[in-house]
């Protein structure tokens, strides 16, 4: 299975919005309402933001949200903060106990 | 609070065993598929093993088929992962996370540190 495509980075200012896609193919994103989202933050734990590509976990600021809609699913950011810079990766299952990963999104807040 | 603490990780050499456990607190352990997630020194997370609520069902990588064994007792709240078998690819950090939806397939709700396991002579 191919990974996730995602961009490599994405910027933005403080209070704006914005959205990171994550390309998949008919073998998971499409076939699967199974995209997960997750925030890396150097030497910390990954931590989920969203699952089955809208659900939030309890925890998780609703300035984070998500979509799918063919082949891509997204990833928004609303009311960027500074403590939101990080990298962000996909997921997404593929069926038979496999799982496909984005390479990850750097965020930059300007 | 949902809380995940694993243990167990260390130095190993190839072909080596280690038994990774984690303590789950915060919510009702036996209701929720559990899953071990590993992330490579400077790679992206790799889904690793996933068990049942109840731990009658087990899945596996294919890259850990055969060498890992997956286990839970919901008496206790704690999962483990018997790695026998090591090579120098296993090197991570090892995860435990619960799986949000309660059952296998969904997403890994990491919740601790995990636990560093390296595997070289």
């Known amino acids: 299975q191919s990974a996730l495509t995602q961009p490599a980075s994405v910027s933005g200012s403080p209070g704006q919005s914005i959205t990171i896609s994550c390309t998949g193919t008919s073998s998971d994103v499409v076939n699967y309402n199974l995209v997960s989202w997750y925030q890396h933050h150097p030497a910390k734990a990954p931590k989920l933001l969203i699952y089955?590509?809208?659900k939030r976990p309890s925890g998780v600021s609703s300035r984070f949200s998500g979509s799918r809609s063919g082949n891509t699913a997204s990833l928004t950011i609303s009311g960027l903060q500074t403590e939101d810079e990080a990298d962000y990766s996909c997921c997404s299952y593929a069926g038979s106990n496999t799982w496909v990963f984005g390479g990850g999104t750097k965020v930059t807040v300007l | 609070e949902v809380q995940l603490v694993e243990s167990g990780g260390g130095l190993v050499e190839p072909g080596g065993s280690l038994r990774l456990s984690c303590a789950a607190s915060g919510f009702i352990f036996s209701s929720y598929a559990m899953n071990w997630v590993r992330q490579a020194p400077g790679k992206g997370l790799q889904w690793v093993s996933a068990?049942?609520?109840?731990?009658?069902?087990?899945y596996y990588a294919d890259s850990v088929k055969g060498r890992f064994t997956i286990s839970r007792d919901n008496s206790k709240n704690t999962l483990h992962l018997q790695m026998n078998g090591l090579r120098a690819e296993d090197t991570a950090i090892y995860y435990c996370?619960?799986?949000?939806?309660?059952?296998?397939?969904?997403?890994?709700?990491?919740r601790g540190q995990g636990t560093k396991v390296t595997v070289s002579s």
């Open positions: 068990v049942s609520g109840g731990g009658d069902t087990t």
């Open positions: 089955e590509a809208t």
């Open positions: 996370a619960k799986d949000p939806s309660g059952s296998y397939p969904a997403a890994f709700d990491i």
